[in-house]
């Protein structure tokens, strides 16, 4: 019995949604996705097609930073800046190539290739800076962690804002569009998935005993700092993935757009969904991004922008509301799980009930 009671949140590969075993329902959502992305443009109007892609970017940003914040129990406030970090990179070597082989961004097939590697590069750039940023200051605690990493997304932010070679202050501009809805959305899928895979590894249970009990975990023989800063690092690169995803979609990149307000975005994001809970960082993305379009209406009506004002009372609302976040620690496939398992004495109450005794026909 206490063996169950262990192994009840392990990794089963028989969980329909869980592991490898669902790897074929990961796939069919990246087809769903591209089949989708030669639909939705001619469906929907510019205006709520920009949201989606927002969304789809928020979504790996929130599910990104709930690794270091939710699972290892850390207080990151700087993840903007690593978006920065990945999207300039990005962008500087995108427009480079424009002007010196525009031939080659011209091209469908070689241009997409590049505009991949542009990614690739951003992220393990944003790792780098991760990695750098995540070595001395994880051996920190608390607020203390939020200061630091807080101070060093504001000190990436004034680098590119005196760095000529990206815009400065005037922001980077010339970026082609590269991102679309395929794009987007199969990073962020691909971002929820090895997110999912990782809390569910050996790696993952470390992030977890840290998160629980950093002392007992270094008592256990942990390397807690190791840890951390993997975690840190792999956030990084999704943060990165996403700012050069932004870039390549608003085709201008401004050093004011990653300040301490769009980590704090984020943040809300996490805290919102249920730190610890990837389904919440995705529920809380996509529908907070949706909440701050859905209140400009108010201001043709009142003619005062009081959007903030609301979405700050809804904010409010739903975290005295739920403290823990709309899922908390828990996954969609948990709560469907409960919700079988209490439909079945139901279920099995009904049939009883519906069928008549030995002795009832007479």
């Known amino acids: 019995m206490k063996n169950k009671k262990q192994n009840k949140n392990a990794l089963n590969p028989t969980d329909p949604f869980c592991g490898f075993a669902s790897l074929r329902w ?25 949201i989606l892609i927002l969304a789809g970017i928020n979504v790996i940003l929130a599910v990104s930073l709930n690794l270091v914040n939710g699972f290892t129990g850390q207080f990151s406030m700087g993840h903007a800046g690593f978006m920065s970090v990945g999207g300039y990179i990005s962008a500087y070597i995108t427009t480079q190539l424009i002007v010196s082989h525009p031939e080659i961004m011209n ?19 944003a790792t780098c800076t991760g990695y750098l940023v995540g070595l001395p200051s994880l051996r920190l605690r608390g607020d203390y962690l939020a200061i630091v990493t807080l101070g060093f997304g504001e000190i990436i932010r004034v680098v590119f804002l005196n760095m000529d070679a990206v815009g400065g202050a005037r922001g980077l501009s010339g970026i082609m569009q590269f991102s679309s809805f395929g794009w987007v959305f199969t990073l962020a899928i691909f971002t929820v998935f090895t997110v999912w895979r990782v809390v569910h590894s050996a790696q993952g249970r470390v992030l977890l005993s840290i998160r629980e009990d950093e002392i007992a975990a270094t008592a256990m023989g942990v390397n807690t700092t190791q840890g951390k800063v993997r975690a840190f690092a792999m956030g990084a690169f999704f943060a990165g993935v996403a700012g050069g995803l932004f870039a390549h979609y608003l085709t201008i990149m401004s050093p004011g757009t990653f300040d301490f307000n769009r980590s704090f975005e984020i943040i809300i994001m996490v805290v919102l969904g249920g730190m610890g809970s990837i389904s919440g960082s995705v529920v809380a993305a996509v529908l907070l991004t949706s909440l701050k379009e859905a209140l400009r209406p108010l201001q043709q009506l009142t003619g005062v922008d009081l959007r903030m004002v609301i979405y700050s009372l809804v904010l409010i609302t739903m975290m005295l509301a739920r403290p823990s976040g709309i899922f908390g620690t828990r996954e969609i496939g948990d709560i469907y799980r409960d919700w079988r398992a209490g439909k079945a004495p139901k279920d099995a109450k009904k049939l009883k009930a519906s069928t008549p005794s030995k002795g009832g026909a007479a």
């Open 107 to 125: 091209d469908a097939i070689l241009g997409s290739a590049v505009f991949v590697g542009s990614l690739l590069l951003g992220g393990l750039g």
């Open 26 to 50: 990961w796939l069919l959502a990246v087809a769903v996705v591209w089949v989708l992305n030669s639909i939705l443009p001619d469906l929907m109007g510019p205006y709520y097609f920009q």
